[in-house]
């Protein structure tokens, strides 16, 4: 809401520093966002009159004008064309400054001196929107009445104040200057200035007998007042009330549409002004919209419109809708002769919902979907019209039409001050409080047994004493209020044990190399096909966004990998060649689709690693770290086979029967459809199972005491039997004699049967209650070899 | 035989004098002093001397052995010092060699995230998570934001049915964690918020959350000024100014926002604080009695204080980040810095 200074003075007498100024009123709830100086830069443009206007000898398309600027007479060349003898306009003498910080000298014209120079509007920094067209490519004319050697930015009050203060939903009442007035008024303990409105109604007829209003629709249109005007002239406004509208970013139109604004930005209830004699019947019905019926709007737009939505229609049709915006049937034009002025209350939410569903905001619509008081329609009514008469737009006539089916009365809520002290863990007198209430214009009611704090009808927001809690709070000062603790029971503070289990696996990553990355949970749909998804696979089920940003962006994701191969390619095109990423975070998995329930929300690790001296071991090893430090013994890593990844190098990790993952390197169409030059080795782990499996329980078992010892053995075997399987085989084969088994070599080459590899190992073998003999543990040894050759078909080296 | 003797100690000294290594000396101490060695060999014709002569005698040789002795350890422990010394000097290397590290980094709004649960968990809150994909009873219903609010304005929302979206703010999870449990309660709970906004500087459709929420009897806003203003200085510095300003939340009244002294220009006025000193960082405020009711909590009975900050925004204020796009390009030369 952006309220100037010398308008807001009208109501209340503040002459505060700004600084101070800006800062009370953020503090009490208007919170500042901005303030612009407006007018400060121009300099010495003082009020003309046109005495004389001769053609330049030496250019066609310059004028010679004599201007009279009070104390003397001085010479301007021009280029103007819209200009007489006897305008009254604004002259920028020399060593001027005008808007935008342009200095302005004597200079000489084709042999001509010019003292100054006559100003169009823009060079005083108005908006030429509300003035008529000559003078929007021209010389800003002046009304006859100007005072001539006045300096401009007086009369047209150029300098001001501009404070845009930001309003919360909850306050339409301070959409206002009046309603900021008022707010100013509560903070500085100054005395709220209201106009009395007194209209001459200089018309005969009484406005009962000109127009018939209807409200059919009872629960969206609360109460409904109009107003007649004969006479009607329709004009631009005078500059002041053009100038208030600028500063409040509001274009200027014509008088009567602009005097309906400026009592909203005013008043805070937004008016609008029909064309009597366009009205069918000169009657207003209040209703719904029929579901076939259309309007062409202000803006030209032809709009559908639908039964949930409040119009305001004439005996045939509807023109205008409600709160919204008018039609362009009805609208002011330059041959309006009568005008029938509306000031109604509608109900917000519907308001909202019909805005929402057109697209359509205004600065009324703004204002009445947060809900107004009904019971300034009147007042609101009154002002206009009085503006009317007095800048001679129409006459008025008698009196009013008011349906308002159910008046709005204040509203008591009970009033104790101690627990209000209580809430807020004060220890402010009842008498402050009932101070700050007052000033806030609600009065307190007592009755022996309670007293009651009577709301007065333009603060719906104060339902609840909590509400009385927030408004005694913010005037007396939230800088006042100490700064305690809570008292009372005590609470332990803790991570759960998945949290602290969640920072380990970052810790353990982290530790070994790995960056943290966090990528949006929505993505687009052709992620699939570019990690090579069959047709049938479940990820494809992802759950769409209704309005999503583009379709980028438009479905949740139901794997880390696409994410993840995105990171990667994007470091690969800023150079940088070693790259070791992951991330934590949810995929979304719907039990059905369209969604019914919510979706099961899996906590997933990503893991991503690309470099010239890495290789599918280095990530497995990462896995194995983790998961050791994570005390998971029972894993299996499975040779297998996944769309997304090499066919001969990618695994599946098994923990007790439960799928932990898959880890492996990306398969090479993947990698194109990415544009990757590199390599990309990529897991996908389910963080839930990893932090379900991991183990926090720690028993100690008794140190060995008797001696190990060690033997080794070779076996050439086809080259495709897994070291993983053999290594099963030893372990089940030697029993529990065998405390580890070790892999230490794998040879291929010359001595070596194509096809076929060598694999060693080292065994340690222990037995918990004796030393082991040579004879003990040559029999479990040759046992393993023999099982080994039986197993796998090998052939044993010695 | 006397003669003998100071040649035999003359000619060992000189010996030893010229050793070299520890071989040299073994064998030298075993050619003078040895079992079978010279010294043995002279002291043999003790025999053939007489009476007199041989406790003078026997003297003599003993304090040659002695001194011999002693010599042999002498130079044994300066060969083997000097050895040593070799040994060192030859194990030398360049320390200045840089190391080649690979360290990984966690992500700066990991690190925001854990220093507020640092925090928080100190003045006893308990983390605890919610759903991402929210039912809009819990987004906004229960939350006292009815349908057709306007406070549903300045969150525009993902939706993906109806009644389902995604959630604009960690608020939901009060809640269900009001819904599942009783007063006492101190929670704070973290995570990722959605929002329809287009990308840019300060704006991304996806961003982090963490919300507070203390339920018991008898908390006051003192009580929540009190908390945020540790947690305002714990965070930014302790000699940070935070102040609390009135502000408006369908579900805390009062309501309020924090703000804090800038921390570019300490509260002079600058452009990254709109010349007002101040930096908005959270809001918050006492848990609306209707609230309190919708979890089936009797607002007389029991209140609380809630808020709510964002993790991006604290992250850019205090790691001096001015484009909210890098938190999730992922630059490795980014994340690097963190």
């Not at chain 1, 209020?481 to 353990?508: E, F, H, M, N, Y």
């Not at chain 2, 073994?26 to 003078?32: M, Y």
Request: aromatic share 6%; charged share 30%; with cysteine.
């Amino acid at each position: 809401m952006l309220v100037p200074l010398n308008w807001l003075k009208e109501y209340v007498n503040i002459n505060d520093e700004i600084r101070n100024f800006t800062e009370r009123l953020t503090m009490s709830g208007s919170n500042v966002e901005g303030v612009e100086e407006l007018g400060k830069d121009i300099k010495k443009v003082i009020i003309g009159r046109i005495e004389k206007i001769e053609k330049h000898p030496d250019a066609d398309k310059l004028l010679v004008v004599q201007v009279n600027i009070g104390k003397k007479r001085i010479q301007v060349v021009t280029g103007a064309t819209n200009i007489k003898e006897k305008d009254i306009v604004p002259v920028a003498l020399d060593g001027a400054v005008i808007h935008g910080g342009k200095k302005i000298t004597s200079a000489v014209f084709r042999g001509i001196d010019s003292e100054g120079m006559l100003c169009s509007p823009e060079e005083l920094g108005l908006d030429d929107h509300g003035l008529p067209e000559d003078m929007q490519n021209g010389i800003l004319i002046l009304p006859p009445d100007a005072p001539v050697g006045k300096d401009i930015k007086d009369y047209l009050n150029l300098e001001d104040t501009v404070i845009d203060f930001e309003i919360t939903p909850n306050r339409p009442d301070c959409l206002s200057i009046v309603g900021m007035a008022r707010e100013t008024a509560a903070v500085y303990k100054l005395t709220l200035k209201t106009p009395s409105i007194i209209l001459k109604e200089e018309a005969e007829e009484n406005a009962k007998d000109l127009a018939h209003i209807t409200i059919e629709a009872r629960d969206l249109c609360k109460r409904y007042i109009a107003r007649i005007i004969k006479d009607v002239r329709i004009e631009p406004s005078p500059l002041w009330m053009q100038r208030r509208l600028q500063e409040c970013g509001v274009r200027p139109i014509n008088n009567i549409v602009d005097i309906t604004n400026y009592v909203m930005l005013e008043l805070g209830q937004p008016l609008h002004a029909f064309d009597y004699d366009k009205l069918q019947g000169h009657s207003i019905i209040v209703r719904r919209g029929g579901d076939s019926e259309k309007i062409v709007t202000l803006d030209g737009v032809t709009r559908d419109l639908s039964s949930d939505m409040l119009v305001i229609a004439d005996k045939n049709k509807p023109i205008a809708i409600a709160g919204v915006m008018g039609g362009e049937e009805s609208e002011i034009s330059p041959s309006t002769k009568r005008i029938l002025l509306e000031s109604a209350n509608f109900a917000g939410p519907s308001i909202r919902r019909t805005s929402r569903k057109l697209g359509l905001r205004s600065e009324a619509s703004t204002r009445f979907e947060k809900g107004l008081d009904p019971n300034i329609c009147a007042m609101a009514a009154d002002r206009a019209c009085q503006l009317i008469e007095a800048l001679g737009a129409g006459k008025v006539a008698k009196g009013y039409i008011d349906v308002y089916p159910e008046k709005v009365n204040p509203r008591k809520i009970v009033f104790r001050p101690d627990r209000i002290n209580r809430a807020l863990g004060t220890k402010i007198p009842e008498s402050e409080m009932i101070d700050i209430l007052e000033r806030l214009e609600i009065k307190i009611q007592k009755t022996p047994e309670t007293a009651f704090a009577i709301i007065p009808t333009f603060r719906a927001d104060i339902a609840k004493e909590a509400d009385l809690v927030e408004e005694i709070g913010r005037i007396y000062g939230y800088d006042r209020l100490p700064a305690t603790l809570p008292q009372g029971d005590v609470t332990r503070g803790k991570l759960q044990t998945s949290q602290k289990l969640a920072d380990t696996i970052k810790q353990v990553l982290t530790d070994l190399g790995y960056s943290e990355i966090y990528t949006y949970s929505f993505v687009s749909p052709g992620v699939f096909d570019r990690i090579n998804t069959p047709n049938d696979s479940p990820l494809r089920s992802a759950i769409k966004l209704m309005n999503p940003l583009g379709e980028e962006q438009s479905v949740m994701r139901t794997t880390l990998i696409p994410n993840m191969l995105d990171v990667v390619g994007y470091n690969l095109n800023q150079k940088i060649e070693e790259i070791r990423l992951f991330e934590t975070g949810s995929v979304y998995i719907p039990q059905k689709l369209p969604l019914m329930e919510l979706p099961y929300e899996n906590k997933k690790l990503a893991i991503g690693l690309s470099g010239k001296h890495t290789d599918f071991y280095e990530l497995k090893k990462t896995i194995e770290i983790l998961l050791a430090r994570l005390r998971i013994k029972q894993y299996t890593f499975i040779q297998y086979q996944h769309f997304a990844f090499h066919p001969g190098r990618c695994a599946r990790i098994m923990i007790d029967g439960d799928e932990l993952g898959i880890v492996g390197e990306i398969h090479p169409d993947v990698l194109e459809n990415y544009d990757l030059n590199a390599k990309v080795y990529i897991a996908q782990l389910d963080m839930d199972l990893l932090i379900k499996k991991a183990s926090t329980d720690i028993k100690f078992s008794a140190l060995p005491r008797f001696p190990a010892s060690d033997r080794d053995l070779a076996i050439i075997v086809e080259e495709k039997v897994p070291a993983g399987d053999i290594i099963k085989v030893i372990k089940g084969a030697g029993g529990e004699l065998v405390e580890s088994v070790e892999l230490f070599d794998i040879y291929k080459g010359d001595q070596i049967k194509k096809g076929f590899k060598s694999i060693a190992f080292s065994i340690t073998y222990r037995a918990k209650d004796r030393t082991l003999t040579d004879e003990d543990v040559n029999e479990v040894h040759n046992r393993i070899k023999v099982t080994l050759v039986e197993e796998f078909n090998g052939i044993l080296r010695e | 035989m006397r003669e003998e003797l100071i040649l035999l100690k003359q000619r060992a000294l000189q010996n030893l004098a010229q050793s070299q290594n520890l071989d040299d000396l073994n064998e030298l101490r075993v050619k003078f002093l040895g079992k079978k060695g010279e010294l043995t060999q002279i002291l043999r014709g003790m025999a053939g001397l007489s009476p007199e002569e041989r406790p003078t005698i026997g003297k003599l040789a003993n304090e040659i052995k002695e001194d011999l002795e002693r010599e042999f350890s002498q130079k044994t422990i300066e060969l083997k010092q000097q050895l040593k010394s070799q040994k060192l000097e030859k194990e030398w290397i360049d320390v200045t060699i840089p190391s080649k590290i690979v360290l990984g980094h966690k992500h700066p709004l990991t690190l925001i995230m854990d220093e507020i649960k640092e925090i928080f968990v100190g003045l006893g809150y308990e983390v605890v998570e919610g759903p991402e994909i929210e039912l809009d009873y819990y987004n906004f219903e229960a939350l006292n934001t009815p349908k057709d609010h306007p406070a549903r304005d300045i969150q525009d929302t993902f939706y993906i049915t109806d009644e389902i979206l995604l959630r604009t703010q960690t608020s939901p999870v009060q809640i269900r964690t009001m819904e599942k449990r009783k007063p006492p309660l101190k929670i704070i709970a973290p995570g990722r918020v959605y929002r329809s906004d287009a990308v840019d500087a300060t704006h991304s459709p996806m961003f982090h959350q963490v919300e507070g929420l203390t339920i018991g009897e008898d908390i006051t806003m003192s009580d929540l000024k009190g908390t945020l203003e540790i947690f305002a200085r714990e965070m930014f510095g302790q000699d940070r100014k935070s102040r609390f300003r009135p502000h408006y939340f369908p579900f805390t009244e009062p309501s309020a926002e924090m703000d804090i002294s800038c921390i570019a220009c300490h509260g002079e006025g600058c452009r990254i604080c709109k010349y007002t000193g101040w930096l908005e960082i959270l809001g918050c405020g006492m848990v609306h009695p209707n609230v309190l009711e919708n979890v089936g909590y009797d607002p007389e009975r029991v209140n609380g204080f809630a808020f709510g900050l964002g993790i991006e925004r604290i992250a850019m204020l205090k790691y001096d980040i001015n484009d909210m796009r890098l938190f999730f390009e992922n630059n490795l030369r980014f994340l690097e810095q963190f």
